[in-house]
């Protein structure tokens, strides 16, 4: 069965960037270990005040 997870991330200001670079490799690791499917990765951004 497959299951769609959401995960949310609250960066430290001014380390958006670098979080969004982060998530891009560990989805590659999780991909290599063969632990997510071939579905893209979706990254989306929001903001909440």
């Not at 299951?3 to 999780?30: C, F, N, S």
Request: net charge positive; charged share 35%.
């Amino acid at each position: 069965m497959e299951r769609i997870v959401i995960v949310g991330y609250k960066p430290l200001p001014g380390k958006e960037a670098e979080l969004k670079d982060v998530m891009k490799t560990h989805w590659q690791r999780l991909k290599d270990e063969d632990l997510v499917s071939d579905r893209k990765l979706l990254l989306n951004t929001s903001c909440f005040m």
